[in-house]
């Protein structure tokens, strides 16, 4: 698997989103991507309980922990690269979390446009 170029959706360098709990498509703590990740885990965003009721209701449980996978369950105030696709739902919805555009992957723009992205923002230069 290659990756996409390490690019924002600033078109700056990628910046990391986190490794506590360990993140991205290729478990390195960025939102990287590439063409076999079909769920576009491109949305740098900060775990809410409101998002993650609503993830779980809509059938992806983020907060169980998963031992057999190495997955610890996630919690409000953790860092995650999201899918592009179940960011833009919970936006719909209302309930979508906080998102760095700094370590958004750019290729998150083929799913979620940038004023969406930007409305639930919390970099301070979103320019």
Same mark, same amino acid.
């Not at 993830?55 to 996630?74: A, C, I, Q």
């Given at each position: 698997?290659?990756? @996409?170029?390490?690019? $924002?959706?600033? $078109?700056?360098?990628?910046?990391?989103?986190?490794?506590?709990?360990?993140?991205?498509?290729?478990?390195?703590?960025?939102? $990287?991507?590439?063409?076999?990740? *079909? +769920?576009?885990?491109?949305?740098?965003?900060?775990?809410?309980?409101?998002?993650?009721?609503?993830?779980?209701?809509?059938?992806? @449980?983020?907060?169980?922990?998963?031992?057999?996978?190495?997955?610890? +369950?996630?919690?409000?105030?953790?860092?995650?690269?999201?899918?592009? +696709?179940?960011?833009? *739902?919970?936006?719909?919805?209302?309930?979508?979390?906080?998102? $760095?555009?700094?370590?958004?992957?750019?290729?998150?723009?083929?799913?979620?446009?940038?004023?969406?992205?930007?409305?639930?923002?919390?970099?301070?230069?979103?320019?």
């Amino acid at each position: 698997m290659t990756p @996409d170029p390490s690019l $924002n959706v600033l $078109n700056k360098p990628l910046a990391l989103c986190g490794t506590h709990p360990v993140t991205g498509f290729f478990r390195d703590g960025h939102c $990287n991507t590439c063409a076999q990740d *079909q +769920g576009s885990h491109t949305v740098f965003a900060v775990m809410t309980a409101e998002f993650l009721a609503y993830s779980k209701y809509v059938g992806n @449980d983020l907060s169980t922990p998963r031992p057999e996978f190495g997955f610890v +369950g996630l919690t409000p105030g953790d860092p995650w690269c999201l899918c592009a +696709g179940r960011f833009l *739902q919970a936006a719909d919805e209302g309930c979508a979390p906080k998102v $760095n555009l700094a370590a958004t992957h750019l290729r998150a723009l083929d799913i979620v446009p940038l004023e969406t992205l930007r409305t639930h923002a919390i970099d301070s230069d979103t320019t």
